[in-house]
């Protein structure tokens, strides 16, 4: 053996109880110091629950019973969205049957191609809805109601059988990466827990209960014209009246009012009715101008409804 390797070998045998010894202490200091996640505060992050999810309504109409055509696993349920049923009317129409949200969430996307309506629900809960052969809310953002009516049973990606897919799945971040889709409950007492084999749970018919909610409100409200130039004395208030805004959705929540001389002029005053008591005015020709808005938050055109003379 060359020297070199022998002078190694012996430096290391003369050091080796001191570096063991060395190593034994750093492990106790280490267990010592080491606080198991069974033993954290309470409170604390290790023990907070996660965010409770919301129940789910079956999302066909209610009161009609509909039969789980395909279910979870095999076939075209084997992927990230293995707990999948596709569902078809049991005794009356498919195609163009309401389909309802299965809670209450907001629009993350609508796929036209596919007939595919996502849902984000909070606490990284989605739903999905595909192959429906309309939409009635496609705008990304858009609030929807519980029950809420979202669009039509097709046949959208799949032809030849109309039926509803519907998924549940959580996903992580602003684009829903991660999906994974999560065994089905719902609210009308309906349990589907993994069982094994392929279509699990298929043949299971279910009846959707509760009501089916209105389509969320995406119409502004709409104001009309003052029939008459009103006249007013200058230095006192000046009470203003106009006809109540129309709207045939959430109803009208109120008015923002701009009265001055600019024809496009806007401002953020703001009451509940349609009327208000202008502070005294001095003497000259005002507009004024009102921008209707709704309980579901949509907002009307500015229109001017009519002149004001101070004299």
């Known amino acids: 053996m060359p020297r070199s390797h022998l002078a190694a070998r012996t430096c290391l045998s003369s050091t080796a109880p001191l570096r063991l010894l060395a190593l034994a202490i750093t492990l106790l200091i280490g267990l010592l110091s080491f606080t198991p996640a069974s033993a954290a505060p309470a409170g604390s992050p290790a ?96 609030q929807v109601a519980r029950g809420a009516v979202v669009g039509t049973v097709g046949d959208r990606g799949s032809p030849g059988t109309p039926h509803l897919h519907f998924t549940a799945f959580t ?77 045939e959705g959430s109803g009208v929540a109120g008015y923002r009012i701009y009265l001055g001389v600019d024809p496009a002029g806007t401002s953020n005053w703001f009451v509940p009715t349609p009327e208000v008591q202008t502070p005294p005015l001095a003497p000259g020709s005002y507009l004024l101008r009102v921008q209707p808005l709704d309980k579901a938050g949509n907002a009307g055109a500015w229109t001017t409804l009519g002149s004001v003379v101070v004299e």
């Open 171 to 247: 996903a992580e971040g602003a684009w829903a990466r991660n999906r994974q889709s999560v065994p089905l409950t719902f609210a009308e007492g309906y349990s589907l827990p993994e069982i094994g084999g392929c279509s699990q749970h298929g043949g299971t018919v279910m009846t959707a209960g509760g009501q089916v909610a209105p389509p969320p409100d995406t119409a502004p409200p709409t104001v009309v014209p003052l029939p008459e130039v009103l006249r007013a004395p200058a230095g006192a208030p000046v009470p203003l009246t106009w006809a109540p805004g129309a709207d």
């Open 47 to 142: 023990e907070s629950p996660p965010e409770a999810r919301p129940q789910l309504l079956l999302p066909t109409p209610p009161g009609e019973p509909w039969l789980i055509l395909q279910g979870y696993a095999c076939g075209s349920h084997n992927s990230w969205d293995r707990y999948s049923l596709d569902l078809v009317s049991a005794e009356g129409r498919t195609f163009g049957a309401p389909v309802r949200a299965a809670a209450d969430g907001r629009v993350f996307i609508w796929v036209r191609r596919s007939g595919t309506l996502i849902l984000e629900h909070g606490g990284g809960l989605y739903t999905m809805y595909t192959h429906m052969d309309s939409v009635a809310v496609a705008e990304a953002g858009t």
